[in-house]
């Protein structure tokens, strides 16, 4: 059962246009969401997450949209830079008191061509 | 910023021997940690919550005699994968919650190879 979906596996996008990731869940108890990045080889690095009582969250060149209705958040980045390039992943933490597990996608590679 | 270190990055062992792998909170404590693995382009898959001084917990299908976890102290948990076998072979990566309670950082990950 995959709460978490990410149905893009990859993305392509030029240099200095924008990126959006999507990500929907099914888990209505999904109280908070986060994004990572993550190159190869690497552990995921946390870039931006949003409170369900929000529905915007923006940091510098990182925006992240959530429609609560259509179990539905996306990650916009713009501009794109080639840096940019890894796989993406969205994770979903439930209200829970079990430590603030993460439920995470399946995860999208995004590309940034020069 | 909060730092997560694991450590080894890379590891081979042979095939019945056990290896462990070591997840350091370095600017703060960390009551909870977490290990995940994952193998070549699938996601990251939890194995097990690891609370300092208490029993770890381990998601469905993951054998706790296997995949032992010791969280001692509120900077280091450990994973020992007991009896490793080729096919438990991938990247693990550990993760600590900041007391705050909102934000999970990761390790930079450790390649485990039984050959």
Redesign the interface.
Known sequence: DQQVKQNSPSLSVQEGRISILNCDYTNSMFDYFLWYKKYPAEGPTFLISISSIKDKNEDGRFTVFLNKSAKHLSLHIVPSQPGDSAVYFCAARGKETSGSRLTFGEGTQLTVNP | GAV?S?HPSRVICKSGTSVKIECRSLDFQA??M?WYRQFPK?????MA?S?EGSKA?YEQGVEKDKFLINHASLTLSTLTVTSAHPEDSS?Y???A?LIS?????????S?LTVV
């Open positions: 997560v694991q009551t909870t977490f699938q996601s990251l898959m939890l919550t609370n917990t990247f990566i550990c993760s919650l309670g909102n934000t999970i950082y990761f390790g930079e990950g390649w």
